[in-house]
Structure formats: structure tokens, C-alpha cells
């Protein structure tokens, strides 16, 4: 890891993760009208406008969950309040957002609780070039939300624009007909009832791409599945996958900037494994001469394998997709990876764009899902939580795992949690940053060694806890 203009401020973002108020890893959200309201997105609205200047344009983006409506009206309220204009773009992906911005507008929010339950919701605030805000930018947001937010005597005005996603669509069409060929490929989408419900099946018809749509249909209630694209929340995308004879199966959460994907037997793909594939097949036809790939402290030791194929630099950082797009700024990484298979090609998550690309692979490499994902080392993962008591310090809980735990581990790294590494695998301790609890992952080439670094794991965390 040699980016220091990175690295350096390693310090710095635990110091800020700890005096954060609102913000967690990448914006906020909580259950509506409990820890989530009209006045927080009114006050956001209005600081974000304030940080900003009178004049400025913020890009609205929303998921179609039920209070959406009622959260852009006040988050609009706030905007013009204070000199600025709020275009509203309706119903659209993070990724879409983002290049909005670039192209339109100062800045941007999106309203969405991406993979949370119907009744959450939240904002996400993105930044000019349409990345997250840097945690600096954070706290200044903060410091302006919980001061004085006087009116502006001149009101901003409210534009609309209908037609970023069909821009969206183009862009990714674009892109993939650019790195790869279309053969005849049947694909099952499963849009989760969000926000890349339509777009996703749409661009890979226009690929030409023979496609079966799910649950694509905007539900703000999610009725057919939790919006979490995990493996037990895929059954029935699954078991459509077996009954077509598809070649591909692929779920979005519930703002579409999650994206799973299923082999033509029904099997789901670990997110660590897609992601690296998709990086791995961007980065061979990169023409950057040193190639750079951000992942974050919760990444499968196989982007180390990929790495070193493609003679390429892995640089690690705290979990977040906000410290990827930091990474890409401050290092140069081509591509930004989290472990449950997002990955940034630009500024922010993709997420109809990952389905374009893993099709395009397929075609390109004439084999199978299963076979292609057999071409790549196997390791083994367990993911476990831990609900800790109401008002535990769970920053001093993490710190006092380090010493509980045995010697024999290579090294340790406490950028974001503890991640204790070994010569046959790791584990992470680290506080959730969307929910009241710790997250304990562990990975090791069989699954009897990731059992055992889990138990290491946890009874450090236990003894920490005395």
C-alpha cells in the first residue's frame, strides 16, 4: 500500500468517524417518522444548499419506496429555502445520479435506505464530480445541519428533467458494446421492485440480450423479497433460473446500486467473487500502464490472486463506498470493490452497468457462469453479527479485542475495526455503520479454517465485552 496521500489520512477518518453525528458510512437512514423525517430531510437539504452557495443546482434522486415523496418535498423545501435550485430527476439509480450531477448540476442527494426494509429510508449526499462526500465534507455538512439555518431572503427555483434514465441506459450501452461482444445469452433480472427494476432489464434487450423479467416493477413496499439481494432472499430468482435454462440470473436491492448475480444452475455467486471477476476483465483491456485496485478492509484475499496476475496494486481501505471513490481520487485506482460485490467504475456503485459487463464476459469467454467462477481460487467466508447492549462504547469493545486474541497472526490492521491476518486467512471485528451492532467476518481456503478464525473472533470479542 503506497498511496500516502491516502493513507495519511487514515487517522484522521477514525477521529472523524468518531465525532459524526448524522452521517454514518455513507449518509443516514432510520425507520420513517421515528429516526427518519421530514425536518432531518428538510434541515439536510437546507445545509447541503448552505455548504454550497445561493445559486447552485442540487440533483434530486429517489428509490420508489413509499415516503420518498413526502422526503423529497422536504428535502426541496430546504434547498430553495436557502437560494438554491432542487432538479428533481424521479425515480433513479445512485450510478444515474452521479453522472447526472457531473453533467448538470453542484451537487446531489439521493433519497433512498438502499437495502434496508420498506419502512427505513435516508439520503445520500453526493458530492460535484458525483462521488460521495469525503468525511471532511461530512463534518462541515454537519456543523451547518445543527447550526442556525436562516431562510434566504432570495428562494431558489424547482427544475425536472425526465429523462436521465434513458440517458443512463445509453451511457451503458455505450460502454459495454465498447470491451465486449453479445452472444445469445439468456438473462433472468430480478429488479427487487427498486429502482433498476426497468433499467436494467431494459438496457440488456437493447444489448441483445434475450431477457426474463421478475419483480421488476417499482414496489415501495417490496412485497415479493426482502430488497437485499442476499442468497436467501433470492429463492424464487433462482429457481426461475433452473426453469428458463438461463445462463445468468441477476438481483438488485432496492435503489439498484446492489447487484447479485446466480450461475445457470441456480447457484448464487459470492459478491467478493463477482466483483473481482468484473475487475479482472476491466482492468486486462485498461491501457493504464500501472493498474490500481481499491477494495475495502472486508475483501476476499482473492483480489490478491487477480492482483497478481494482472501485476496490479491492491490498495485496502475502511469499509464504505465513499473511501473507494477516495481511493480512486487520491490513488488512481481504475475500479473501487466492496465485499458483497458492488464495484465503482467511476464515481459511485454500479449497478444495471455490472450486468451489462458480467453478460459481456460471458460472450467474450464462451463458457459458462459456473465455469468462468471455476477459473478463479475458491475461499471460504462466514459473515456472523453481534447486537451489542444499548449505549456499549463499541470502539473501545474493538480495541480491546486486539489484545484477547492468541498469538500466530501476520499482522493487524485497525483502519476501520480490527482485521487480524494469517498465512491461511483473516478475520474483521468492526461496528456496523447502518445498525447497532458489530460485524465479525472470516475467510479462510476451507471452510474448517474460516469456522476456526470465526471462533477466534468471537471469543475475542466476547472477553473484550467483560
Known sequence: MSCEKFTEKFDDYKNIRKQKKLFGTFGFRGVVNEGMGAEKARRTGAALAAYLGQGKTIAIGKDPRKSSPMLEEALIEGILGQG????????????????????QADAGVMITASHNPPEYNGMKCLSKRGMG??????????KLYFGDLNPN???????????????????????????FPVSQLKIVVDGGGGSASTVTPETL?????????????????FMER????TDTNLTKLKKLMVKEGAAMGVAHDGDGDRTAFIDENGKFVQGDVTASII?????????????????????????KDVAKNLGAEVIYTPVGEPYLAQAKLLCGAQVGLEEHGSVLIEWSREGPMLAGVMAGILSKEKMTFSQLVETYPKYHQIKEAKILPAGTDTDKIIERVKKEIPAGYEKASDMDGLRMDYTDGWFL?????????????????????????????MDGLEKAMI
Open 429 to 457: 471485528v468492526r461496528a456496523s455503520g447502518t445498525e447497532p451492532k458489530v460485524r465479525i467476518f472470516s475467510e479462510g481456503r476451507t471452510q474448517d479454517r474460516a469456522q476456526e478464525l470465526i471462533g477466534i473472533a
Open 133 to 142: 462526500f469525503s468525511p471532511e465534507e461530512d463534518l462541515a455538512l454537519e
Open 205 to 221: 434487450l437493447s444489448l441483445g440480450y434475450d431477457v426474463v423479467k421478475f419483480n421488476c416493477k417499482y414496489d415501495g413496499m
Open 153 to 179: 431572503v432570495k428562494k431558489g427555483k424547482k427544475l425536472t428533467d425526465n429523462g436521465a434514465g434513458d440517458r443512463y441506459r445509453a451511457h451503458i450501452v455505450d460502454y459495454v458494446k465498447k470491451l
Open 226 to 229: 426482502n430488497p437485499e439481494p
Open 279 to 303: 475487475a479482472d476483465h476491466l482492468l486486462r483491456q485498461s491501457k493504464d500502464k500501472v493498474k490500481k485496485i481499491a477494495v475495502t478492509i472486508a475483501f476476499s484475499n482473492i483480489i
Open 84 to 103: 438554491c435550485n432542487a432538479l428533481t430527476l424521479g425515480i433513479i439509480t445512485p450510478n444515474t445520479l452521479s453522472l447526472e450531477v457531473g453533467r
